[in-house]
T-cell receptor
Framework: GIQVEQSPPDLILQEGANSTLRCNFS?????LQWFHQNPWGQLINLFY???GTKQNGRLSATTVATERYSLLYISSSQTTDSGVYFC??????????FGSGTRLQVQP | EPEVTQTPSHQVTQMGQEVILRCVPI?????FYWYRQILGQKVEFLVS????????KSEIFDDQFSVERPDGSNFTLKIRSTKLEDSAMYFC????????????FGQGTRLTVV
């Protein structure tokens, strides 16, 4: 099956800093989503981005499908951004394969 | 904004007991899913359901698991005889054909088997 690798596994930032999270995948995909898992365990949809670039406030994402990677940018980080960020992909089976996540801690 | 809702939020059950986890998908969605996340690990696909039948299932989804859409709004996951290793967060999700394959997740049910 498809492999999804996320980096870095852990990230500690000071409030106000910017960061880039990366997701590499091993096969062509027709769906790529970024999620934020908050401290209560909820999975919050951030982006549906099988290709191209999208922005939503302080967050933006870019997927380069031909090179099989996606990037999630967080600017001016806040403590509420803390949690785990997951990338998940689907090759057309309607079964998302998740990466292992990036655990982000934003310190005040 | 429409959302996927799951009940209960937390369930504790004794090993060997049957549990039913319930979900109400977004009303105009056609595809329904169950995923699970063992504590500290990544989210894993269990099963997808479309047109009243299983569309895809993973190796995890063995004979002790079953899914059902008992009426026009609910979608359930049944675990027949729970084991300690079934302890996990279970997520229901749904998606709509017309909006691509973007899946929307519920808040999860934390299942603890003792």
């Amino acid at each position: 099956g498809i492999q999804v690798e996320q980096s870095p596994p852990d990230l500690i930032l000071q409030e106000g800093a910017n960061s880039t999270l990366r997701c590499n995948f091993s096969d062509s995909v027709n769906n790529l989503q970024w999620f934020h898992q908050n401290p209560w365990g909820q999975l919050i949809n951030l982006f549906y981005i099988p290709s191209g670039t999208k922005q939503n406030g302080r967050l933006s994402a870019t997927t380069v499908a031909t090179e099989r990677y996606s990037l999630l940018y967080i600017s001016s980080s806040q403590t509420t951004d803390s949690g785990v960020y997951f990338c998940a992909v689907d090759t057309g089976r309607r079964a998302l394969t998740f990466g292992s996540g990036t655990r982000l801690q934003v310190q005040p | 904004e429409p959302e996927v809702t799951q009940t209960p939020s937390h369930q504790v059950t004794q090993m060997g007991q049957e549990v039913i986890l319930r979900c109400v998908p977004i009303s105009n969605h056609l595809y329904f899913y169950w995923y699970r996340q063992i504590l500290g690990q990544k989210v894993e696909f269990l099963v997808s359901f479309y047109n009243n039948e299983i569309s895809e299932k993973s190796e995890i989804f063995d004979d002790q698991f079953s899914v059902e859409r008992p009426d026009g709004s609910n979608f359930t996951l049944k675990i027949r005889s729970t084991k300690l290793e079934d302890s996990a967060m279970y997520f229901c999700a749904s998606s709509d054909w017309s909006s691509g394959t973007e899946a929307f997740f519920g808040q999860g049910t934390r299942l603890t088997v003792v």
